[in-house]
Structure formats: structure tokens, C-alpha cells
């Protein structure tokens, strides 16, 4: 789909707004941090994918064809992955997890990202700015599958938005020789396996 400047090596993986900070933006109070991931990656360009499924499906008793996000992937690299294991967090803890219930990022609006951590600021700052409790336009690039670029120049640094409905479970890829070679995020609905 396009690809993603991570100079830091510091990953955003996250809703790139929460709703609960609408308020806190408009009245100018911090709002929670980002979802950050605990490991690191080489600092670099790299792609983004988006994998599709289509079929027919049922809404509201009405029966529709659809083309919906399965999963979206950072290739970091192109090494074949032997293990796969969840993207924690710094203060995750996967021992205090329930059983059937995986670590996720939850997005209000059906949106994930991934973004240059070093940047985030900037990065999420058009997905940040709301008036009378509504976002503003933002000023962002298109990309296909209702999907937005925001490129900071001043660090080189980007931040891709994909479909996540109602959130999303991050996956590492790691190589034989324990690299990541790449993060996956599939869908967080309620009541789905990832």
C-alpha cells in the first residue's frame, strides 16, 4: 500500500486518536499516551500491506458484499518468520492476561496506526484537533482503503493509519536469529480470535 519512515526505531502501534480525548484536547489537558511497543526496530523505510477478504456478509438483517481489512503488516524485513508472538507494550504483562483474551489496542473509530514513536506528536496532531467535539478536516495523503499518510519533514518520519475495527491485536514475526521481521495487526473485535 505504501510505506513508513520509522527514524527512531520506536513504534507507534494505536488508535491515532481515543475519543476520550475530544475533551481533553479541547480543554487542553494532557491526554493518555501512545501505545508504544516495547521492543525496538532498525531505524528505516519500510512497507506497509493490507490484506483483504470480500464476501457477502449479514448487517442489521440486510444481506452485503464487502471487502474488509483482515490484517494489516510492517515488513521489516523479508526473512522468513519461524515464531510469532504478541506486540506488548512496556507496562503489558501477558502473565495477567484472561484465557482467550489477547493484548489489544482499542480505536473508537475503527482506525489504527503505525507511527514513528520519536514524532508522535506532530504525526497525530491533524487526528487530534477537534472543534465542538467533532474532528476538524484533516490535511492528510489519501491512500487506497480509506487509509492517511502524515509525514513530519523535520524528522522524517511518517505515520500510516489502517482499518481496525474496534481495535487491534498486534503480532511480532521473529526470525531464526530472534530479529523482527515483521508486525502484524488483526482485527480487535470483541468476540473474534486473532
Not at 117 to 131: C, D, E, N, V
Not at 162 to 173: E, H, I, Q
Request: aromatic share 8%; proline share 9%.
Amino acid at each position: 500500500m505504501t510505506t513508513l519512515r520509522v527514524p527512531s526505531g520506536r513504534l507507534v502501534v494505536d488508535a491515532p486518536w481515543d475519543d476520550d480525548d475530544v475533551s481533553s484536547y479541547e480543554r487542553g489537558l494532557p491526554t493518555r499516551p501512545p501505545r508504544e511497543l516495547a521492543v525496538s526496530i532498525p531505524p528505516g523505510v519500510y512497507r506497509v500491506e493490507i490484506a483483504w477478504t470480500a464476501g457477502p456478509y449479514e448487517f442489521l438483517g440486510k444481506y452485503c458484499d464487502g471487502v474488509e481489512c483482515a490484517a494489516t503488516r510492517l515488513c521489516i524485513s523479508d526473512d522468513p518468520v519461524i515464531v510469532w508472538e504478541m506486540g506488548l507494550g512496556p507496562d503489558d504483562d501477558i502473565d495477567q492476561l484472561q484465557p482467550g483474551r489477547p493484548l489489544q489496542f482499542y480505536a473508537d473509530a475503527n482506525v489504527g496506526c503505525f507511527a514513528d514513536a520519536g514524532a508522535w506528536t506532530t504525526l497525530s496532531a491533524p487526528f487530534r484537533t477537534f472543534k465542538d467535539g467533532r474532528p476538524v478536516p484533516r490535511d492528510t495523503e489519501q491512500l487506497p482503503g480509506s487509509c492517511e499518510r502524515v509525514r513530519d519533514e523535520a524528522h522524517r518520519a511518517d505515520l500510516v493509519t489502517f482499518v481496525a475495527d474496534g481495535g487491534g491485536v498486534v503480532w511480532l514475526g521473529r526470525t531464526q536469529t530472534g530479529d523482527v521481521a515483521t508486525i502484524i495487526v488483526t482485527s480487535g473485535m470483541p468476540g473474534t480470535k486473532a
